[in-house]
C-alpha cells in the first residue's frame, strides 16, 4: 500500500532570528536549506490573517516539523511562541536544547494540543540530529 505524502515547504533563506510558521501555508513541515546563521525563536500562527487560538478547537492537536541545516557553527532555538505569546515546550527527556549540531540538520518536532480557549497548549517538543 502506498501511503499519501505529506506536503513539505522548502526554504532557500537560513534559519535567525524571530521565525514566523504559518501552519496554514508551511504545511506541517517546513525545511530551510541554507546554514542558520543566529540562534532563533519560532512563532506558530494559523497565517497572516488566523490565529492558531482560531484555526485548531480545543481537544485537538497538530504536529509539524521544523528542518534546521546547520553548518560549522550550529545554531538552536532559543523561544517558543503561539499567537505572539511565550510557550514554555515540554522537551523530550526534560532537557530544553541549549545547542544545535554542527555540519547537520536538526529536526525540531513539535505537537501542539490545545487545552482550553483562553488559549492554553501543551507543546510537546524535541530536537533530533541528522547527519
Known sequence: MVRKSVALNTSASSTSGSITYNIL???S???HTSN???NF??????????????????????????LVTNGATA???TGLLIDG??????????STPTSGNINSIDIYSYTIVKTSN??????????????
Open 41 to 66: 525563536s519560532i512563532n506558530f500562527r494559523g497565517d497572516a490573517s488566523n490565529t492558531l487560538n482560531s484555526t485548531l478547537a480545543i481537544g485537538k492537536s497538530i504536529t509539524i516539523a521544523f
Open 29 to 31: 513541515i517546513l525545511f
Open 25 to 27: 501555508t508551511n504545511h
Open 75 to 77: 545554531y538552536y532555538q
Open 85 to 94: 505569546v511565550s510557550v514554555t515546550p515540554k522537551w523530550q527527556n526534560g
Open 36 to 38: 542558520a546563521t543566529g
Open 118 to 131: 483562553s488559549p492554553t497548549y501543551t507543546v510537546l517538543a524535541s530536537q533530533t540530529k541528522f547527519a
